[in-house]
Structures are given as C-alpha cells and as structure tokens.
C-alpha cells in the first residue's frame, strides 16, 4: 500500500494516541498510511502545544490567585 497519508491525519493520530485509545485496527491503518518523519513531527508539535496550554492555564491560574 502506498505510504504518504495527510498532515491531519498523522495529527489526528498522534492526538488520539496521547490518550491512549487508538484501536489496534486504527493503529495498523495509520502504519501503513503514514511515514515515520509525518508521526515524529506531529509529536514534536503536539508535545509543545501541550506543554505550552498547561504553562499557559498555570500562568492565568497565578495572575487569577493574585
């Protein structure tokens, strides 16, 4: 099967994946439609834009605590 799936598709992937509730067969639809660089960089970004929400929510939960 021809690999080279969407940029959504990976990020969606990986969003579901941070939850832990990928199906199996989701899991084997993904590996055969999206390269490993597509998952790697949706994760990179996904990890950064939660890490940036959560510094994001502590910093108004301070300016709100003031």
């Given at each position: 099967?021809?690999?080279g799936?969407?940029?959504?598709?990976?990020?969606?992937?990986?969003?579901?994946?941070?939850?832990g509730?990928?199906?199996?067969?989701?899991?084997?639809?993904?590996?055969?439609?999206?390269?490993?660089?597509?998952?790697?960089?949706?994760?990179?970004?996904?990890?950064?834009?939660?890490v940036?929400?959560?510094?994001?929510?502590?910093?108004?939960?301070?300016?709100?605590?003031?």
């Amino acid at each position: 099967m021809a690999r080279g799936g969407g940029n959504l598709k990976a990020a969606l992937a990986v969003f579901w994946s941070f939850f832990g509730v990928r199906k199996r067969r989701d899991y084997d639809a993904d590996a055969q439609s999206l390269t490993p660089a597509q998952v790697i960089i949706a994760g990179l970004i996904g990890g950064a834009v939660f890490v940036l929400t959560m510094l994001l929510l502590v910093y108004l939960a301070m300016q709100f605590v003031k």
